[in-house]
């Protein structure tokens, strides 16, 4: 497996800042902004990795964050039972707890099985992304 040693998106990133172009800021613009991908791996600097690092921790964080509110959530909506809301002592509204309205939902499945070729007329091309994914250390 080749890989670059050369880091060169760094050069380009100060040559950017040197000359003010506005670097891409949300997911989106960033995958607009390198829309073709380089498969050979790029090693990361000590200020990358140690970024990687902050965002597995995170990530951890945030999975234990969620873990803890769903618990919670968990215990209130027991004791609330088939209530609806609940208040404090005082009469402050602390909690709803209520059902949302039926929806309606396309059945495409069954709409491509009975309809194939007008199915297939009305078919369009996505075009693909980028997607970020942080391995697990290994």
Request: avoid cysteine.
């Amino acid at each position: 497996m080749s890989v670059d040693n050369d880091i060169p998106p760094n050069i380009d990133m100060v040559y950017m800042q040197q000359k003010n172009v506005q670097l891409p800021t949300t997911k989106k613009e960033i995958a607009d902004w390198y829309a073709t991908t380089d498969k050979k791996p790029l090693i990361a600097t000590i200020d990358i990795f140690k970024k990687v690092q902050d965002l597995r921790n995170l990530r951890e964080t945030i999975d234990l964050l969620t873990e803890k509110r769903n618990q919670l959530e968990n215990e209130i909506a027991n004791y609330m039972q088939n209530r609806e809301k609940l208040i404090s002592a005082d009469g402050e509204e602390l909690v709803q707890w209520s059902y949302s309205k039926d929806s309606k939902k396309f059945n495409e499945k069954q709409f491509k099985s009975d309809n194939p070729e007008l199915y297939n007329a009305y078919l369009k091309t996505k075009p693909g992304n980028r997607s970020f994914l942080l391995k697990n250390k290994t």
